[in-house]
């Protein structure tokens, strides 16, 4: 009986753990980013419209930016130590955010691409 009980509340907290986990993948709203010279890791995010977003962005070499007027990022400095940035797309489409600071030779190759899906 002692192992019924016990099988029966493993299972409750499983479920109770396992749930919460399925439901944030579905609405995941933090995104992290990391810039080096000269490129944003990852190169390509996807969001979803209408949801706001958190940008999660350090640099683990040289001082970088992002800025959109399309998508709502106000202009953001990344540097070693971390910052953010929350915004709410409200256009599909994809973007590409070229880096706010010169930052030297590989400056205007350096892009983030976000695609704003539904
Ligand atoms: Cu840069």
């Known amino acids: 009986m002692r192992n019924v009980v016990y099988a029966v509340m493993v299972s409750l907290l499983s479920v109770a753990f396992v749930l919460p ?5 579905a609405t995941a ?3 992290d980013v ?3 010279n000269w490129k944003f890791t990852p ?3 996807t969001v979803h419209l209408n949801q706001a977003t958190t ?3 350090i640099s683990k070499e040289g001082v970088h930016g992002i800025s959109s007027s399309y998508l709502g990022i106000s202009n953001t400095i ?3 130590k971390s910052t953010s940035v929350t915004f709410t797309p ?3 489409g994809t973007y590409q955010l070229h880096c706010t600071m010169p930052c030297g ?5 350096m892009v983030l691409i976000v695609k704003v899906v539904e």
């Open 21 to 25: 986990i399925y439901a944030g993948a």
């Open 90 to 92: 409200h256009k599909v």
């Open 105 to 109: 030779p590989g400056h205007t190759d």
């Open 78 to 80: 990344i540097m070693p």
């Open 43 to 45: 190169g390509t995010i």
């Open 34 to 36: 990391t810039a080096s």
């Open 55 to 57: 940008l999660n962005l």
């Open 29 to 31: 709203t933090n995104i």
